[in-house]
């Protein structure tokens, strides 16, 4: 019993690290749409773990992609409370209805919204900048929508899906 659960641990780790890598390498990959600048790698990464991992792993592969891209120089503060947010959320509502669905929807409100509300006293006590309370929520939402359908579309496909998920 415990090899199963040592066993289990190791492949957890094993994904989470493919997808800080993952995050990290890509994470500053941007698309142009309706005049924004989306970079939905985080977000496609942040359901790919809530469904596979769960919410404690999903949390740290949020959170060690987010601290890499900030030494690195790719990624902002204002990328933890986005990503990590998002993640639990996502993962929280998959572990109650088991459905990829409700996981993009949770990512969309933990990102776009919880988190884009959070990044707003990073941004004015941290960062220093005069910004509104609610700025971040439309370029926040439009990242973590395109990168959820993207990752949505992927899971549906059961190949990644079933790579991650088998024993």
């Given at each position: 019993m415990e090899l199963t659960k040592s066993k289990d641990a190791t492949k957890r780790l094993v994904?989470?690290?493919?997808?800080?890598?993952?995050?990290?390498i890509l994470g500053s990959l941007s698309i142009p749409v309706l005049g924004a600048k989306v970079a939905p790698i985080q977000h496609l990464i942040?359901?790919?773990?809530?469904?596979?991992?769960?919410?404690a792993y999903g949390i740290s592969c949020a959170f060690v992609s987010s601290l890499l891209r900030n030494i690195l120089g790719t990624g902002s503060i204002l990328a933890f409370p986005g990503s990590m947010v998002g993640v639990f959320l996502a993962a929280i509502l998959y572990k109650k209805f088991k459905k990829v669905e409700i996981a993009?929807?949770?990512?969309?409100?933990?990102?776009?919204?919880?988190?884009?509300?959070?990044?707003?006293?990073?941004?004015?006590?941290v960062l220093g900048k005069e910004v509104a309370l609610f700025v971040y929520i439309i370029p926040f939402s439009?990242?973590?929508?395109v990168g959820s359908i993207i990752a949505y579309i992927i899971l549906k496909l059961n190949i990644?899906?079933?790579f991650l998920l088998s024993n």
């Open positions: 994904i989470c690290g493919i997808l800080i890598a993952l995050a990290t942040n359901v790919i773990a809530a469904v596979t991992l769960g919410p993009v929807v949770g990512e969309v409100i933990g990102t776009g919204i919880i988190g884009a509300l959070l990044a707003y006293p990073l941004a004015a006590f439009i990242s973590s929508i990644l899906r079933s």
